[in-house]
């Protein structure tokens, strides 16, 4: 198994860990593997959706129903999702997991990602929006931290994945 | 041609036996409000622009044995139409996505939407799948094609569009659901889970 296929696997059985079952998603490279992941496990339904705003009012609905539910994501499609969350997640008090990638650090080589190095983390702390970046493998169980937070404040919560971990190295 | 606001809402509230209904951004949840003074079976999702009915399509996902409405203002629809992509996937035999057109933004001081004369709802959902599609432009049609496009749709997910005048000058007065966020996300999900016997709400003291 290759490392990236490794740290899929590892970021799936946090969300099983979490009983979560519905999965929506939207795709940046990054998380491209961990989506494959997601799809081909039964445990999960994963939906594709067409913008990340589709997957926070599925997955906030899906709370209303019991069922434990993800929205995995890129940093440009969370940038996009202000209204969405503030309006909805915050409006309602209704949890919200959301699985990100810090794009734009240092070691992303996509120049059209450097807005998100220079605002996404600061554009999250400026909704007071809970994040914790994962930059190590062995911090991949924060996940399941992040989920429980999210239900135990009523908000949304952010694992933020980087990079070298999504590749497997770090 | 065209229903009075009231008048197809008032319809809807007088079939509705157990649905859930999720409403709209626009003035949906202000007219349903109005019409059944409802505050547990209703999630009032009010300024959710596009929202509405992947939210319903959440609480119809995990409820299988739920029928949900969900209203949807045509301003929030052609926001995001290619939500339909997504309920087509999903395709759940127990949502209605209900469609208030009145090619305006309601909920903004009725100003028109872009192509206003034009737009085919229905033709859009067709071009993505969608073949369980109805619309209805007078309330004798409503009323004679409820039970299809309503109830019959134990075969997939199902679109309903309205074609509806924008609210009248005196319906724009009518109070809006008089609850914060919090209660009206804490009296629905009480009632899911009197009813259905699913935990909503965990990790609570």
């Known amino acids: ?170 | 041609m065209t229903i009075p606001y009231r008048d197809a809402f008032q319809l809807l509230a007088g079939k509705r036996e157990e649905e859930l209904v999720v409403t709209s951004a626009g003035n949906s949840s202000q007219m349903w409000w109005d019409v059944t003074k409802d505050a547990d079976k209703t999630f009032y999702l009010d300024a959710s622009m596009s929202m509405s009915t992947l939210f319903a399509s959440g609480v119809a996902y995990g409820l299988p044995q739920a029928k949900v409405w969900a209203f949807m203002g045509d301003g929030a629809f052609v926001m995001n139409p290619a939500m339909l992509m997504v309920e087509r996937d999903l395709d759940l035999p127990n949502l209605v996505h209900i469609l208030v057109s009145n090619r305006v933004y309601g909920g903004t001081s009725d100003l028109d939407l872009p192509n206003k004369p034009v737009t085919d709802y229905v033709a859009m959902a067709k071009s993505m799948g969608l073949d369980r599609c109805w619309n209805f432009d007078t309330l004798s049609a409503l009323d004679d094609g409820f039970d299809a496009a309503f109830r019959g749709n134990d075969k997939g997910h199902s679109f309903v569009v309205l074609e509806l005048e924008p609210m009248t000058a005196e319906d724009h007065r009518i109070e809006e659901p008089p609850m914060d966020g919090p209660e009206i996300k804490f009296r629905f999900g009480r009632y899911i889970e009197s009813i259905y016997g699913t935990k909503v709400f965990s990790h609570q003291f």
């Not at chain 1, 794009?103 to 909704?127: C, E, M, W």
């Not at chain 1, 991949?140 to 949304?156: A, G, N, Q, T």
Request: aromatic share 8%; proline share 4%.
């Open chain 1, 1 to 170: 198994m290759s490392n990236r296929k490794e740290i899929a696997r590892r970021v799936v059985e946090q969300a099983a860990a979490c009983d979560i079952s519905l999965v929506a998603s939207l795709p940046d490279n990054w998380v491209a593997e961990v989506i494959r992941t997601f799809d081909r496990d039964d445990r999960f339904r994963h939906v594709p959706v067409n913008r990340e705003e589709s997957a926070v009012g599925l997955c906030s609905g899906a709370f209303f129903s019991g069922t434990g539910s993800m929205a995995v994501m890129g940093a440009s499609g969370l940038m996009t999702l202000i209204y969405a969350i503030t309006k909805i997640n915050y409006t309602y008090e209704v949890p919200l997991m959301i699985l990100a990638t810090l794009r734009g650090a240092p070691g992303d080589t996509a120049k059209f990602h450097v807005s998100n190095g220079l605002y996404f983390l600061q554009s999250l702390d400026a909704i007071k929006l809970t994040y914790t970046v994962i930059d190590s493998a062995d911090k991949i169980p924060e996940i399941k931290r992040m989920y429980d937070h999210s239900r135990i404040v009523s908000r949304p919560a952010v694992a933020i994945m980087t990079r070298d971990v999504l590749r497997g190295e770090a």
